[in-house]
Nanobody
């Protein structure tokens, strides 16, 4: 059974930083690229960042490029998102997921329709 547990969100002032964590289980973690997604109130869930199975390549949407860093630890079945220089428009629930290997790494689809509870990030101006 797949489980995704996100943590590390919170309330932060603009310009601040947060580090999100995601603990994944139920699949062989190192066999899959992983991604972070976010969903703001009233908006659809959107892709934020992806990382290859071995962590050797990463990709970011333009709105977070240069501010966010995705990383993973295959020994711990965990993926992380370091968020710096946060902006109010980064306010959203953040979710991780395994990535569908049949989709593009640069515009990926989640492998599962299942989502964890997410972790809320709120950036005040």
């Amino acid at each position: 059974q797949v489980q995704l547990v996100e943590s590390g969100g919170g309330l932060v002032q603009a310009g601040g930083s947060l580090r999100l964590s995601c603990a994944a289980s139920g699949r062989t973690f190192s066999n899959y690229a992983m991604g972070w997604f976010r969903q703001a109130p009233g908006k659809e869930r959107e892709f934020v960042a992806s990382i290859r199975r071995d962590g050797g390549d990463t990709y970011y949407v333009n709105s977070v490029k240069g501010r966010f860093t995705i990383s993973r630890d295959n020994a711990k079945n965990a993926v992380y998102l370091q968020m710096n220089s946060l902006k109010p428009e980064d306010t959203a629930g953040y979710y991780c997921n395994y990535l569908n290997p049949s989709s593009s790494f640069y515009y990926p689809k989640p492998l599962y329709d299942y989502w964890g509870q997410g972790t809320q990030v709120t950036v005040s101006s």
